[in-house]
């Protein structure tokens, strides 16, 4: 089991230190870091920068982070007020800075009607893919059970 740590007011140069103390503990090199919303990490420190500018360098500093450390690292980001109206995410649809999508490797849209929600499915596309062509209005479509945090796919893309 790997650690949790809480990582509010925490910046990229931080989460790099911690992987660094866990590998002089004997933990060894980390396969998955999974950040719950990079979006909020804090600024490098000293940044005087404006909120989309921190928000894209400290992307961009994750990105250098996973390429370093050979790592898959996961995190989640918020979509706009369009893709409230939208049957599927793309591209457009990026909140705060789209210069987001230049820095990941692979970017999933979590996408779900009413309707959907109601019969318990799921649609995932790819907003960006880094290799490798993709279709990001095809789905793949998963059933999920909310009580149980199980999701089993359905079909592929």
Not at 2 to 27: C, K, Q, R, S
Not at 42 to 69: C, F, H, Y
Request: charged share 25%; proline share 3%.
């Amino acid at each position: 089991d790997a650690p949790l740590v809480e990582t509010m007011g925490f910046n990229w140069e931080d989460i790099d230190n911690i992987l660094t103390g866990w590998e002089l503990e004997g933990w060894g090199p980390c396969d998955a870091l999974v950040l719950d919303y990079a979006d909020i990490l804090a600024p490098p420190k000293g940044s005087k920068m404006d909120v989309r500018d921190q928000i894209n360098r400290t992307w961009e500093q994750l990105r250098a982070l996973s390429l370093k450390r050979h790592l898959l690292l996961v995190s989640a980001t918020q979509t706009n007020r369009e893709s409230y109206d939208s049957r599927t995410i793309n591209r457009r649809h990026a909140s705060e800075d789209k210069r987001k999508w230049a820095h990941v490797t692979a970017a999933y849209g979590l996408n779900i009607t009413s309707e959907e929600k109601e019969r318990q499915l799921m649609r995932l596309n790819y907003i960006v893919r880094r290799e490798g062509a993709y279709n990001s209005t095809k789905s793949c479509h998963l059933a999920q059970c909310l009580a149980l945090a199980n999701p089993c796919v359905r079909s592929c893309f």
